[in-house]
């Protein structure tokens, strides 16, 4: 008798075959048998109608911290995924001596606006090196699958101390120590090295990171440890000031790890051409068999603008500003003042507030045309008829009073979207030319970051929803090349070799959907971080079941409270 059987599901196993209708029997973790017609189970879920796929690896998280104290790890898992990896854009929390516990907080605070408070709070720091850390994560209980990568910037704090957070030259020294230490924390099962060189990073004070100058010598030497390792993938997001001495080193980087090597790519507005340039040199890189390839996103990296968000229009206005720490009641009633919003709309961006975002950020200051109402089924491909501009024209308003009676109405929960990359045409057929190049691997959802601005970690969902049911602005893609996208290509590339197909003997993580019903809801901001912290989540319908091992973590979106995950270790 098996454990689970799910009877008479569309069974979608990963690989891109055709899907077809059959059962999926499990016994203990593993999977034994795909289709046809399974026998009897101790717990037979009926499927008819619904979609069964493999649970959804997600490659680009920042859960990092959040990993240290959080079982659930939501809300990535609420959206079907049962294994995440961190540790991304160079930016973590090992290896660190004690007296750099606050530099790293700040690191991460800055770079991906995860509450310095809730991580003062949660982290406890019972690990100083790398293998230390990846102990700590294996020691909780936990509801889906977790990885990490080392992470550049806490490695060369480690190494220079001050000197690094300065973004001074390391010594022969320092490199060396920094490969030796990267070469252990491969070895002790991290699934690869990241670094960003962007000006978008940057400290809560800012400051770019400690490694966006880094020599081109450090990362080779990096990659070349790697390659002494045998494992792992090198990864990095770069502003590509220089875009053939970035793919020079890049290109040495791959030939002598012998490993693969991935960068993100998006689509700017400042430089529409810039993502092909990219490709272009890619693709030319393989040409010279080396195993270079971008990671990109399956939608806008948007951002979410409100008066409970980190950021929105008004937000680089002084007289908002004064008004930002107050109790949110407190501050919509500030707000809803005659006099209050006359002296705000009166107001220009404040240079001096301006100066604090990344430049791409600073567009949410004019961009009208370029901001639409989210709504409660959000739309991650909106026409030019739902944004500010066009609605506030419509309504005989300007965008800024339009904009402002709009977050003040309501509950003062109603969200903006501001997509920064990945809609220079406002729409998303160059996001469909990323998916399906060869050459790309879908990640960048972001889960556990952004937590004030950005809510991507339902991006699995969305290339569902949006990709192969919903989309009506241009060509969809088919449910079997998007569900391998973020299954068994995304396991592949990065080495968990056990995951990510519907197969016998594979990992039995599994999603049983009912594609009819899923839908994404409205984000809302939540106050459950450590200390009170807040972030957006994003709460989901239409995943009648997802479980991890074999075992059911989610039914009909709730939580049953098993914990099967673990903390998984590269081995090559």
Not at 19 to 39: E, H, M, N, S, W
Not at 91 to 102: C, E, K, L, S, W
Not at 105 to 126: N, R, S
Not at 331 to 337: T, V
Request: charged share 25%; hydrophobic share 40%.
């Amino acid at each position: 008798m098996h454990d689970v059987v799910i009877r008479g599901g569309t069974i979608v196993d990963g690989t891109g075959a055709p899907a077809f209708t059959g059962d999926v029997a499990i016994d203990g973790d593993r999977l034994v048998q795909v289709g046809g017609k399974a026998g009897p189970a101790r717990r037979e879920v009926q499927a008819e109608g619904r979609l069964v796929t493999p649970g959804w690896v997600d490659v680009h998280t920042h859960y990092d911290g959040q990993a240290t104290w959080d079982p659930v790890l939501a809300p990535s898992s609420w959206h079907g995924v049962t294994t995440i990896m961190f540790g991304n854009c160079g930016v973590g929390f090992a290896p660190v001596r004690p007296a750099h516990h606050q530099a790293l907080i700040d690191l991460m605070e800055g770079v991906e606006d995860i509450p310095g408070i809730a991580l003062a709070e949660g982290l406890k720091w019972d690990w100083e090196d790398f293998p230390a850390y990846l102990d700590a994560l294996a020691r909780l209980p936990r509801t889906i699958d977790v990885a990490a990568q080392i992470a550049h910037h806490p490695l060369r704090v480690y190494a220079m101390g001050e000197r690094a957070i300065n973004r001074e030259m390391a010594t022969a020294e320092d490199i060396e120590l920094m490969a030796k230490l990267t070469e252990e924390a491969l070895k002790a099962g991290a699934f690869g090295f990241t670094t960003s060189r962007t000006d978008q990073h940057k400290t809560p004070s800012g400051e770019l990171v400690p490694g966006r100058y880094a020599e081109h010598e450090e990362l080779i030497a990096i990659g070349k440890a790697m390659g002494r390792a045998g494992r792992g993938a090198f990864g990095m997001l770069s502003d590509f000031e220089d875009e053939a001495a970035e793919f020079g080193w890049l290109r040495q980087v791959a030939r002598d790890s012998g490993r693969p090597v991935w960068f993100l790519l998006t689509d700017r507005s400042y430089d529409p051409e810039r993502w092909r340039r990219l490709m272009d040199g890619i693709r030319a890189a393989r040409k010279d068999g080396l195993a270079l390839s971008a990671q990109v996103a399956g939608r806008p990296v948007g951002l979410i603008l409100g008066l409970t968000t980190s950021l929105n229009p008004f937000a680089l206005r002084e007289g908002f500003s004064e008004l930002s720490r107050l109790p949110p009641a407190e501050q919509l009633a500030r707000l809803r003042d005659p006099a209050v919003r006359a002296a705000i709309l009166a107001q220009e961006a404040s240079p001096r507030l301006m100066e604090i975002l990344p430049p791409l950020s600073r567009q949410i200051a004019s961009r009208w045309d370029r901001m639409y109402i989210l709504g409660d089924n959000p739309n991650y491909e909106p026409p030019p008829e739902r944004s500010i501009a066009a609605m506030a024209a419509k309504a005989g308003q300007s965008p800024a009073e339009f904009c402002y009676d709009y977050l003040v109405g309501g509950d003062g929960g109603r969200m903006l979207y501001f997509p920064v990359t990945n809609y220079v045409h406002g729409d998303l057929e160059v996001v469909r030319e990323m998916i399906t190049d060869p050459h790309t691997v879908l990640g960048l959802s972001d889960g556990g970051a952004h937590c004030g601005v950005i809510c991507d970690a339902s991006l699995s969902t969305t290339m569902l929803t949006h990709w192969v049911r919903d989309r009506t602005r241009g060509e969809r893609l088919p449910l079997e090349f998007v569900v391998k996208r973020q299954t068994s290509e995304t396991a592949d590339f990065f080495g968990f070799h056990d995951r990510g197909r519907l197969a016998v003997g594979k990992k039995a993580d599994v999603n049983v959907i009912d594609f009819a019903a899923l839908r994404p809801h409205h984000p809302e901001m939540a106050y459950d971080l450590p200390a009170g912290g807040r972030r957006l989540v994003q709460r989901v319908d239409g995943y009648d079941m997802t479980l991890v091992s074999g075992v059911p973590i989610f039914e009909k979106g709730e939580e049953t409270g098993a914990r099967p995950g673990r903390l998984v270790r590269a081995t090559g």
